[in-house]
C-alpha cells in the first residue's frame, strides 16, 4: 500500500460496463497489500467498502484486478445508471475502509 495515495479516479470503459466490474489495475497501490488473492487459494484478508448506504467486505482478485463482491457492484452500476467514460472515485478513508462513489467529470476537465 502506497501511503500517501489517498484516493484514485478511474475512467469506465465500455468493458468495465459490459461486464459490471471495476478494473482496479492502476489503482492497487490505495489496498493494503494482504488484501489481494486469487481463486486458486483461500480469499485474502477483506477490506471495507462503503458504496452508498451499502457496506460490504469484500477483497481483490488479484488475477483479474477486480472486487471479489461482483454483486455489490453491479448493484452499484444498475443504481448509478453508470455508463462508459462515467468516473468513479475509490477513496481510503481508513487503512481498510474505503468509499466509492460516481462523480462528474466537469471537476476533472482540466485532468483528462
Known amino acids: 500500500m502506497n501511503e500517501t495515495l489517498k484516493a484514485v479516479v478511474i ?3 465500455d468493458d468495465n460496463v459490459r461486464n459490471r ?10 489496498f493494503p497489500d494482504d488484501c489481494f488473492g486469487s481463486n486458486g487459494r483461500a480469499c485474502a ?3 471495507t467498502l462503503r ?5 460490504v467486505k469484500t477483497d481483490i482478485d488479484e488475477e483479474k484486478g477486480i472486487f471479489r ?5 453491479k448493484r452499484f452500476f444498475e443504481e448509478e445508471a453508470v455508463s462508459e ?3 468513479i472515485v475509490i477513496e481510503r ?6 468509499r466509492l462513489w460516481k462523480t462528474s467529470k466537469r471537476g476533472f476537465r482540466y485532468y483528462l
Not at 51 to 55: A, M, N, V
Open 51 to 55: 458504496i452508498g448506504q451499502e457496506t
Open 85 to 87: 467514460g462515467d468516473l
Open 45 to 47: 484478508t477483506p477490506i
Open 11 to 13: 475512467e469506465l470503459t
Open 69 to 73: 463482491d461482483c454483486s455489490a457492484i
Open 21 to 30: 466490474e471495476i478494473y482496479l489495475r492502476g489503482a492497487l497501490g490505495l
Open 93 to 98: 478513508v481508513q487503512p481498510r475502509e474505503f
